[in-house]
C-alpha cells in the first residue's frame, strides 16, 4: 500500500477516481441571527430544487446533513414538501441523519442520542435519512461517537476537527471504547476543499494535479471533493464542467456523486486504528476556548439537560399514568434544547441576538421539564395512602442524603432535625366588615395564601352577632377545593347583610422550615420522611481566635468527624483535613475570542483578596456553613495595542461552604457580579500529589487526559479540556453541573501540582487576529459585547472531596438530590418503595416511548457489569428502536458499553 501511495502522489498510476459532493454548510445561527440566515436559505433552496429538477448532469446535493435545515424551509415553503421528497425519494437529495450538527462536548450524552434520533425520524418522511455519520465541523470529537453510530446501524463517520497526527491517511478506524468501530473518512482540508470550483474545465484538471501532489501519501485512493462551505449557493455549471474535465483527459474520472456512494468503494484494508476521542489541533483548529466563553450558556444548558433527562422524563414515565403521558411537551422541549445543541448556538461563538435566543430556548425547555416534574410528584403524592411529606430519589441506586421542607407539627428530635424557621400559626382572628370582604373575595384567585400555605377548606357560619369564617390552612395545595362555589356562597351571605361583622379565623398546626438527612431511600423510589440519626452529626462550627492553632484569627473550623474544613480567614482559601490552599481565585487577562484563550504580553496576575470576612451563616447539626466575603480589586480591562491591563474595579465574591452530616464531600457556591472586562478567572486546587493524568467525564463515560494537548503555529496546542459532571486527579475529585473546562498546571518533573477550573472567561470579539495562541481568525472580526458578561452575577457550584470516591454518585448527589413533595393521603401506594429497578450501570434515561418503558444505561468501566431491571422483560434494542435480543429480568453489559432496554413486562407484573 505504502508503495501505491507514492506511485500516487508521483502521478504514475492509472485513472484516479474524483469523487465531487456538492454540498452547502448550513449554520442555523452564528455570525447572524437565524431569521437572517433563513432568508438565505430559502433562496438557496429556492434555486437548488429547480436546478436539480431540470438538470440531470448536477446529480446529488448533501443539505449538510442535518434535518433542521430542511424544517428551516418549509416553515416558510411548506407547497415545496413534495418536491424535496420526490427529490430525496430519487436519490439526489441527501439528508440528516443529524437533526442539527451539535457540539459533541458540550452537551450531554443524551442530548445527541435525541439528535440522532430525531433526525433520523423526521428523515423517515423524506425516504430514509443518509446512512453517513456525517460530522463535518464539530470542535472535536467524543470517545464514544464511533459506539453510537454503530448503535445506529452505521459504518462510516466523516470527520475534520480534532484527528491526530498519528492518522496519516484519509481514511482510518475510528474505535470506541467498547471497542465498537466505523471507517471514518478524513477531510484534512475540511468540507471546504473544493467549495468553489472554476467554470473551466482545464482550470478544475490543473487544481486537481495540485491538490493531488499536495496531498501525496494521504490519499487511500480516490479524492474526496467537498464543492461547498459556509451558507454557499450551488455551482449551476458544475455538471458540464465535471463532463468537460472527463472528456479533455485521461488522468481523472470526475463524477457528481454523493457521500454514501464515494463511501461504498473507499478502502478498508490497512488503516490505521484510533481509539478515543480526537481533540487534536495538529492539522486544524480545535477552538478549545468555546468551552469556557459564555459560562451562562453553559450552565443553561446543564440546568435543562438535567431537568429534562433526570426529573421530567422519569417522573413522568414513573409516577404518572401511562395514558397521561406528556409526549408532545417533552417533544418541544427537546426540540429546543437540540437545536441549541449547534456547535455555534451551544458554542456561543456568536452574536449577542443569537446568544438571547439560546438562553430563551433553554429557558422555555427548563420550565416546561421543571412543570411536567412537579405534576408527576403530585401525582405520586396523590397516591400515597399515608398524608405527610415525602422524599424522593430521581437516582437508580438507593441513597441517603439530606433533604430541605416544610413539615406540620410538634418539633421532632433536635439531634435529627435542623429547623431553619419556625411559625406557631398565622394569624389569629381578624374582624372586618362585608365591604372589605367583598373586595378581597375579588382579589381572591384560587387556593394559595403564601408560599408555604393553602386553603384546606372553610366553614361559614352564622348568628346575630355577625358571620364567622374559619379557614383550614395547610402546607400543601389541595386538589379540588371548590373554592369558586364558596366565594358565590359567602358573597350570596355578604349581599344579605350588608351591614354585618364578619370574623375570619385561620386555623393552622404549627409548621417548621427544616433539614434533616434521610436514610436509604430506595432508587427511582420514594419514602415517608422520617428524620434519620445522625452517625456523624456536624459540629458547632468554631471560629480561632488570634492564638488558635486552626488558622488566622477570623478562621472557622466545619467537621463532623468524617472531614475537617478550615476556611482561611487571611486569604479566603480552606483546607479539607489538612490540605490547603484550596479554592484560590485567580484573576488573568485574556485579549482572546469566542474561540480561544489569549494571555496579553504584560499579563498581570491577582489571586489574593485585599480583605476577607468568614461569617458562620448555618450552625448544624445537620447543615453547617461559612459565608466567605472578599473583596478584590481587578484590572478593568486590556489593551490590544500594548498588551497590557489597565484600570481597576472592585469586586465582592462570596462563597459558601458547606459540610453535611455524614458525607465527605464539601458543597461550595462563588457567586460575584462581574465588574471587568478581557479577563479569565478561574479556582485553583492544589492536588494531594502530583500526576500526569486526569480523569474527566464526558458523553457516556470518562476522557483519560495527560498535560499537553497537540497543536501547531496556527494554534498553540493548550491543554485545557472540557470536564463534564466531574474531574479527577491527584487525590482530588470535583464535580459541577454539566460542563466546565480544566487544566492541570504547575507542572515540575513531570507532575503537576495543581487542577484549576475557569469559573468565567470575558472576552469581546467574536474572533480575532494576531493572538498569542491563535494568529489566524476563526470567523469574522466582530466586536460583541455580550461575550465580557459585565454587570452578570456568575455563579458556579461544586462539590469536591479528597481520596478514593465514586465521581459518579459524587456528581448524582450534586445535580439530583434528594427532593420531597407532599401527601394528603388517601391513596394506595406504600410508605416507600421503587417505581423502577435499575442496577449494575449508570442511567441515562427512563422514559415511555411508543407505549412501552425505555431505560438507557452505559457501563463506565473497564469490566463486564450485569444490570439488572428487577423482574422486568423485553428486549434491548438499538437507537433506532430496532430489537437486538430479548432480556428476562437482567442483561449483560460489556465494558464501556451503552444499552437500551425496552420492557415489555411492567415492574411488579
Known amino acids: 500500500m505504502g508503495t501505491l501511495d507514492k506511485d500516487v502522489a508521483a502521478g504514475h ?59 428551516d424551509y418549509l416553515e416558510v415553503r411548506p407547497e415545496n414538501e413534495q418536491r424535496i421528497r420526490a427529490l430525496a425519494a430519487a436519490g439526489r437529495l441527501s439528508m440528516g441523519p443529524w437533526y442539527i450538527l451539535m457540539d459533541e462536548f458540550l452537551v450531554s450524552g443524551e442530548t445527541i442520542v435525541r439528535n440522532l434520533q430525531s433526525g433520523l425520524l423526521r428523515g423517515a418522511a423524506f425516504d430514509g435519512a443518509m446512512e453517513v455519520g456525517y460530522l463535518p465541523d464539530m470542535f472535536g470529537h467524543i470517545a464514544q461517537m464511533p459506539q453510537i453510530l454503530s448503535e445506529a446501524g452505521f459504518a462510516h463517520a466523516v470527520v475534520w476537527r480534532g484527528v491526530p497526527s498519528a492518522v496519516d491517511r484519509s481514511g482510518f478506524w475510528w474505535e470506541a471504547p467498547d471497542g465498537s468501530t466505523v471507517r471514518a473518512e478524513y477531510l484534512p482540508r475540511g468540507y471546504s476543499n473544493a467549495a468553489t470550483l472554476p467554470d473551466d474545465a482545464a482550470a478544475l484538471v490543473q487544481r486537481t494535479a495540485a491538490y493531488e501532489k499536495e496531498q501525496g501519501s494521504f490519499l487511500l485512493d480516490g479524492i474526496l471533493y467537498m464543492n461547498g462551505s ?32 464515494y463511501l461504498e468503494r473507499a478502502p478498508v484494508e490497512g488503516l490505521t486504528t484510533w481509539k478515543g476521542e480526537l481533540r487534536s489541533g495538529f492539522r486544524a483548529n480545535m477552538l478549545m476556548g468555546v468551552t469556557s466563553n459564555r459560562v451562562d450558556v453553559k450552565r443553561a444548558a446543564a440546568m435543562a439537560e438535567i431537568a429534562l433527562e433526570r426529573r421530567a422524563e422519569p417522573y413522568a414515565a414513573l409516577f404518572g399514568a401511562a395514558e397521561d403521558w406528556p409526549g408532545r411537551l417533552l417533544e418541544l422541549a427537546w426540540l429546543d434544547v437540540v437545536r441549541n445543541a449547534a456547535h455555534d448556538s451551544i458554542c456561543a461563538c456568536s452574536v449577542d441576538s443569537v446568544v438571547d435566543s439560546v438562553l430563551e430556548r433553554f429557558a422555555e425547555s427548563h420550565r416546561v421539564a421543571e412543570g411536567l416534574a412537579e405534576r408527576a410528584l403530585g401525582a405520586l403524592a396523590r ?161 480561632s481566635s488570634a492564638d488558635a492553632a486552626a488558622g488566622p484569627e477570623g478562621s472557622v473550623v466545619l467537621t463532623n468527624g468524617l472531614v475537617t474544613v478550615v476556611v482561611n480567614a487571611a486569604d479566603g482559601t480552606f483546607s479539607i483535613d489538612g490540605h490547603g490552599g484550596l479554592g484560590r481565585l485567580v484573576d488573568g487577562g485574556d485579549l482572546g475570542d469566542s474561540y480561544n484563550y489569549s494571555p496579553p504580553k504584560d499579563d498581570r496576575f491577582i489571586d489574593t483578596p485585599e480583605s476577607v470576612r468568614i461569617d458562620v451563616v448555618e450552625e448544624g447539626p445537620v447543615r453547617a456553613g461559612a459565608l466567605i466575603t472578599a473583596e478584590y480589586r481587578w484590572p478593568a480591562g486590556a489593551d490590544s495595542a500594548s498588551g497590557s491591563r489597565h484600570g481597576d474595579e472592585q469586586v465582592s465574591v462570596t462563597t459558601k461552604i458547606e459540610l453535611h452530616a455524614d458525607e465527605t464531600t464539601v458543597a461550595v457556591t462563588t457567586s460575584f457580579l462581574n465588574p471587568a472586562r478581557d479577563h479569565r478567572l478561574r479556582v485553583h486546587f492544589p492536588l494531594p500529589e502530583p500526576t500526569s493524568t486526569s480523569t474527566s467525564g464526558t458523553a457516556f463515560g470518562s476522557a483519560d487526559r495527560g498535560l499537553t494537548a497537540e497543536g501547531r503555529s496556527d494554534e498553540f496546542g493548550l491543554p485545557t479540556f472540557p470536564a463534564r459532571d466531574f474531574v479527577v486527579a491527584g487525590g482530588l475529585t470535583i464535580c459541577h453541573p454539566g460542563v466546565r473546562e480544566y487544566e492541570l498546571i504547575d507542572v515540575e518533573g513531570g507532575g503537576a501540582r495543581t487542577l484549576a477550573m475557569t469559573m468565567l472567561r470575558s472576552t469581546g470579539m467574536l474572533s480575532r487576529v494576531g493572538m498569542a495562541y491563535r494568529p489566524v481568525p476563526a470567523g469574522p472580526l466582530t466586536p460583541v459585547e455580550g461575550l465580557q458578561l459585565v454587570g452578570r452575577r456568575i455563579e458556579c457550584t461544586y462539590t469536591i472531596a479528597l481520596g478514593d470516591i465514586d465521581p459518579w454518585s459524587m456528581s448524582e448527589d450534586l445535580v439530583i438530590p434528594l427532593e420531597s413533595t407532599s401527601s394528603l393521603g388517601g391513596g394506595t401506594r406504600s410508605d416507600r418503595g421503587s417505581a423502577l429497578v435499575v442496577a449494575g450501570a449508570q442511567l441515562s434515561a427512563v422514559r415511555r416511548h411508543e407505549g412501552h418503558l425505555e431505560v438507557r444505561v452505559f457501563n463506565p468501566g473497564a469490566d463486564e457489569t450485569t444490570v439488572v431491571l428487577g423482574d422486568a422483560t423485553g428486549w434491548l434494542v438499538d437507537l433506532r428502536g430496532r430489537p437486538t435480543e430479548p432480556f428476562d429480568g437482567s442483561f449483560a453489559l460489556r465494558p464501556f458499553g451503552i444499552a437500551t432496554a425496552r420492557l415489555t413486562e411492567p415492574p411488579g407484573s
Open 383 to 543: 397516591s400515597m395512602a399515608k398524608s405527610g411529606p415525602v422524599v424522593v430519589n430521581a437516582s437508580a441506586r438507593s441513597r441517603s442524603g439530606i433533604v430541605e421542607l416544610v413539615v406540620m407539627g410538634e418539633p421532632v428530635d433536635g439531634a435529627s432535625e435542623q429547623v431553619l424557621s419556625s411559625r406557631a400559626s398565622l394569624p389569629g382572628t381578624l374582624t372586618l366588615d362585608a365591604a372589605t370582604v367583598t373586595s378581597i373575595l375579588g382579589m381572591l384567585q384560587g387556593t394559595r395564601i403564601s408560599d408555604d400555605a393553602w386553603v384546606h377548606d372553610v366553614r361559614i357560619e352564622e348568628d346575630e352577632t355577625g358571620i364567622d369564617i374559619t379557614v383550614s390552612v395547610g402546607t400543601e395545595e389541595l386538589p379540588g377545593m371548590p373554592v369558586g362555589a364558596v366565594k358565590e356562597n359567602l358573597a350570596a351571605r355578604l349581599a344579605a347583610r350588608p351591614d354585618a361583622v364578619v370574623r375570619v379565623a385561620l386555623d393552622q398546626p404549627p409548621i417548621r422550615q427544616v433539614v434533616a438527612r434521610i436514610a436509604d431511600v430506595p432508587g427511582l423510589g420514594w419514602a415517608t420522611y422520617t428524620p434519620a440519626r445522625l452517625l456523624h452529626p456536624v459540629s458547632e462550627p468554631q471560629v
Open 13 to 71: 498510476t492509472a485513472q484516479r477516481h474524483i469523487a465531487v459532493v456538492p454540498h452547502t454548510h448550513w449554520d442555523r445561527e452564528w455570525y447572524e441571527p437565524f431569521q437572517s440566515f433563513r432568508l438565505r436559505l430559502v433562496k438557496m433552496l429556492d434555486g437548488l430544487i429547480p436546478l436539480l429538477e431540470r438538470d440531470p448532469s448536477y446529480a446529488k446535493f448533501l443539505l449538510d446533513g442535518q434535518m433542521a435545515v430542511v424544517d
Open 230 to 261: 459556509d451558507h454557499l449557493p450551488p455551482q449551476p455549471h458544475l455538471g458540464r464542467l465535471v463532463a468537460e474535465a472527463n472528456a479533455m483527459q485521461d488522468d481523472y474520472s470526475f463524477q457528481v456523486t454523493s457521500l454514501p456512494r
